[in-house]
């Protein structure tokens, strides 16, 4: 046999059966391959690291004939693919998704246990990459792994980042911070494509030209030069064969700008200037929800857009002569305002490069733009000042500017002599430093503007962008998001998937709605009684994590209650505390009552400067700390901050929940998607009348959620009539009660004014009105208490919600994006079928 002869993709299918064969001959030969030829050993000498690089190349090289037919097929159709801008993708670990999805997994299982090797160990070799701070990143993730899964044509375009969010260590009770050195041992998963890098210019000037026929064009020069590499990684579909393609951006020193410094024989500047040029890729910026202003955070949105857009544009030329059909072809989303710069990089292009005309180029750009929003936070909204944007990218700014002024001139036309609604349109902020408002120029230059949950897509035309959307109402809509299930039902809970399966099937994987069926087995004994058991084995294996790393085993017996998501006031881990703190004291006053035991958990990440959110994670600790110690509690209450919280510690936290705190204050949290998981994984929900909270205590009954709390309408208006805590505080006993004790040093007594800071804000202040809520939240929580001493009727919540879960698949989400925003068909492969 002569292996690849011609090189086609048939021809490799046949030749190469150690390479894309499924039977188990075939893997353990390509694993044993792969430690030889890419590890360089031999299995005696095989540490676990060796093992878990070798089977995922393997793994790896079962996608790759995949990857070459979605890509030759996707352009052999000109379909239409949408191109996915995020600053974040928290994909979390590959190996054991891309098996269940190549429907190898119990494959791999069986060839390792021949050799006496366990599958779930080798899967903890891996690195989980932090691409993305939290509930933005992961959802991109999700829509990736949806779109292969409906078989849609999609590219992910993003920065592959050096440094994704930092490791979280909690010393003495406080939040530090460490590098994330993902890379260190290597990234199977990731395939440089040197050959189509792309130059990013930054600073220099613009030149205006004018031709001899009168015309002009603009030229940015004496720029300095960026090179982006992109970096692929290959994103399955759940058994199919679609294979799309995640690329991130890595910046490189470009060659040009290094000469010419090293001939003025100025080589620590040259080493200097080349590491400032490749610092733009280092790391990923932490903060979530709040924007930092730092020019680095720029050059990265304009590095990563820039090289995308180049991609996008290149790609599309390869295959027709014209740009007239781009809209038809491609459809690009921003994820938030974070690429909202590709607005105007995309007319700078088609302008300056394609020497396209404005309006031309503007209807294009429109038609092809899709822009969402998550959060209504004030302080998440992204300025730029004019004078750094001006420094840094001259020719775009000065795009912007027109953008701006036609923009206007159509506000104009439709409220004629109306200064004070084109001052609050503008895309330029007017005050002693004029800004960019980068959402502004994201709905301008959009033609579809989303959010992501009902209450949170209404707020968004209401409060955020009243006027944008009396302006052109028709282009705001609303998508809920979703989660895939492989990742958060089929992954992360193997044995409720089996049971699942084994009562109706496993269509679910592909169509949650499917779990409706489920329903049916709601009285069935058999079925509950397997429900809890399946419970409890996903609780062992979380208090196993809790053992090894607290060194005390949680009571199987006691409710788990969980809250992990990334620290922030307006999520209240701080009232979940409060809590705590009075059950603390209620149990201390009367040792004899009788409330079921919990065991509350604790787990995110605070931005590294949020000083209140990190003092909140000592708070949690300290209290743990003294409850944890009591003798006069015994195990009826224990409390544990779990560090580190990212995508593989949430894939064994979330199957292992009782219950599932979703307290924000309402109005505040766009969505949430945690929500999401933990009803699918059976936990009931404790929660406000915020986000997706809402629909999902719609579609699973209310009388099979915890709801408490005001409403987002109720928050506005007590705002807006002059909110003052103290009112609450008088009136609740336990709540004064709880405050007194954090104020009198109890938690803290080796500095008992430390939790100062805390008890001053909800007493003053209460920007997120936890005592407003606090009664009810208390009553909602007696509630839970109840419920729980009755197995049977919990259980039938928990199905209720399991039952009624399928609304919440981000297939159903994408299917939403590609009907009325993207305009896309289903692209599906057919390997037989050669081009
Ligand atoms: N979100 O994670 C972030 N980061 C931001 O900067 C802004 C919003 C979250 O996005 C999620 C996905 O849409 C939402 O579910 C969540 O409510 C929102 O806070």
């Known amino acids: 046999r002569r292996p690849m002869a011609d090189g086609t993709i048939q021809e490799v299918v046949q030749n190469h059966s150690s390479r894309v064969g499924m039977t188990p001959e075939d893997l353990e030969q390509s694993v044993l391959e792969h430690l030889f030829y890419t590890c360089g050993k031999d299995l005696r000498s095989a540490t676990p690291l060796d093992v878990y690089r070798a089977i995922s190349h393997a793994t790896r090289d079962r996608l790759v004939h995949r990857w070459l037919q979605s890509k030759r097929t996707y352009f052999h159709h000109e379909a239409k693919r949408v191109c996915y801008l995020s600053a974040e993708f928290l994909i979390g670990r590959a190996l054991a998704q891309n098996l269940l999805n190549l429907g190898i997994y119990h494959l791999a299982e069986t060839s390792l246990d021949h050799r006496g090797l366990t599958l779930k160990d080798i899967l903890e070799e891996e690195l989980d990459p932090g691409l993305g701070n939290g ?3 992961r959802l991109a993730a999700c829509f990736m ?3 292969a899964t409906l078989q849609y044509p999609a590219y992910g375009y993003g920065i592959r980042y050096e440094f994704g969010i930092f490791d979280q260590e909690i010393a003495n009770g406080w939040q530090v911070e460490r590098g994330d050195d993902w890379l260190r041992r290597g990234n199977p998963w990731e395939v440089p494509r040197h050959e189509l890098s792309v130059g990013v210019n930054f600073y220099g000037r613009v030149e205006a030209r004018v031709h001899v026929d009168g015309t002009k064009s603009m030229h940015w020069v004496d720029t300095q030069t960026v090179i982006g590499v992109p970096y692929d990684t290959p994103i399955l579909g759940y058994q199919n064969n679609t294979v799309n393609t995640l690329r991130l951006w890595s910046a490189k020193a470009s060659k040009e700008f290094n000469f010419s410094v090293f001939n003025d024989g100025d080589y620590r500047r040259a080493v200097e200037e080349k590491a400032l040029s490749e610092s733009i890729s280092k790391v990923l910026y932490p903060n979530d929800e709040s924007a930092e202003g730092k020019e680095l955070r720029l050059k990265q949105q304009y590095f990563f857009v820039a090289c995308s857009i180049a991609d996008i544009i290149r790609r599309h030329k390869k295959r027709f002569d014209t740009l007239d059909n781009l809209p038809d072809q491609i459809a690009i989303q921003l994820n938030d305002t974070h690429p909202a710069i590709a607005v105007a990089e995309l007319m700078r292009v088609l302008i300056d490069e394609e020497s396209i005309a404005w309006e031309k180029a503007w209807e294009l750009t429109k038609a092809a733009t899709g822009f969402t929003n998550h959060t209504l936070l004030p ?34 036309v439709k409220w004629p002599n109306d200064d004070e609604r084109k001052r609050r349109l503008s ?18 230059g959009s033609h579809s503007v989303n959010g992501v949950a009902e209450l949170h897509s209404e707020l968004v035309c209401t409060q955020l962008m009243p006027d944008f959307h009396d302006m052109w109402p028709q282009r705001f809509n609303n998508k809920t998001n979703g989660v895939t299930p492989r990742r958060w039902l089929l992954q992360c809970n193997p044995d409720l998937s089996e049971a699942l399966t084994e009562r109706i099937s496993d269509g679910w994987a592909r169509d949650l709605s499917e779990l409706t069926k489920i329903l049916e087995y709601k009285d069935d004994t058999e079925f509950r009684a397997e429900v809890r058991a399946i419970k409890r084995k996903n609780k062992e294996r979380l208090a196993k994590v809790i053992e090894s790393r607290h060194g005390f085993k949680p009571n199987l017996d006691s409710i788990f209650d969980v809250q992990v998501k990334r620290l922030h006031e307006y999520k209240r881990q701080l009232l979940n505390c409060l809590h705590i703190i009075a059950l603390y004291q209620d149990m201390k006053e009367n040792p004899e009552s009788d409330r079921a035991p919990r065991t509350f958990i604790f787990g995110g990440k605070a931005a590294p400067g949020y000083m209140m959110a990190k003092l909140h994670i000592k708070l949690i600790n300290d209290v743990a700390d003294i409850i944890n110690h009591d003798p006069a509690i015994r195990d009826r209450i224990k409390v544990v901050f779990l560090s580190n919280y990212n995508v593989s510690l949430a894939e064994i936290i979330i199957p292992g929940a009782d219950i599932s705190e979703q307290i924000s204050m309402a109005g505040k949290e ?17 929660g406000t009348l915020d986000g997706a909270n809402i629909e999902i205590r719609e579609e699973v009954g209310a009388e099979n959620f915890f709801l408490f709390g005001l409403k987002a309408d109720e928050v506005r208006g007590l705002k807006g009539s002059g909110y003052n805590p103290n009112h609450y505080i008088e009136r609740s006993p336990r709540l004064r009660r709880a405050l007194d004790l954090i104020a009198s040093g109890f938690f803290s007594p080796d500095d008992p004014s430390r939790f100062q800071p805390v008890v001053n804000e909800l007493r003053n202040l209460d920007t997120y009105m936890l005592c407003a809520d606090f009664d009810d939240y208390f009553r909602a929580q007696f509630e839970v208490d109840q419920c729980y001493r009755d197995p049977e009727n919990w259980t039938s919540k928990v199905i209720e919600n399991l039952g009624n879960i399928g609304k919440f698949s981000s297939d159903r989400t994408i299917e939403q994006y590609c009907k009325e925003i993207w305009n896309l068909t289903p692209c599906p492969i057919d390997l037989t079928e050669s081009f």
């Open 379 to 412: 302080e998440a909204l992204e300025k730029w000042p004019v004078p750094m944007f001006e420094r840094l990218l001259p020719r775009i700014l000065q795009i912007i500017y027109e953008i701006n002024r036609r923009f206007l001139l159509e506000v104009h």
């Open 670 to 686: 766009a969505s949430g998607t945690g929500n999401m998981k933990f009803a699918m994984n059976g936990a009931l929900t404790v």
């Open 145 to 147: 792994e949806s779109l």
């Open 135 to 137: 509930g933005l990143g």
């Open 427 to 444: 895309i330029i902020e007017e005050g002693p430093v004029k800004h960019v408002r980068m959402a502004h120029l994201a709905v301008v």
